[in-house]
């Protein structure tokens, strides 16, 4: 099913502050309607009548092929903080 070098995709996403500013709202009120806690990944589409969710993924892969390591280390996290981190809200909320 995932293949390295099977899709393209840019993270961080090539976004204005604008843009940047509504995906993360809407992303935040999706995950939030729906109760998540910890990691999830909320996959969106911006199309012109702007962001659409297609889906939240409540347990992201964690693979060298999976979008959440690569969305952490443009966040500024690396794997083994990443990894820290989930325990870290896993156990302490």
């Known amino acids: 099913r995932y293949e390295i070098g099977g899709a393209s995709f840019e993270c961080p996403a090539d976004l204005d502050d604008a843009e940047t500013a509504e995906v993360e ?3 935040l009120a999706a995950y939030q309607a729906l109760g998540c806690s910890g990691f999830s990944r909320v996959d969106i589409m911006l199309g012109e009548s702007g962001p659409q969710v297609l889906e939240i993924n409540a347990i992201p892969g964690l693979t060298e092929t999976s979008l959440l390591p690569q ?8 794997f083994d903080a990443m990894v820290q981190r989930i325990l870290d809200l896993a156990i302490n909320g």
């Open 25 to 27: 709202r809407v992303a």
């Open 71 to 78: 969305a952490a280390e443009a966040a500024g996290l690396d």
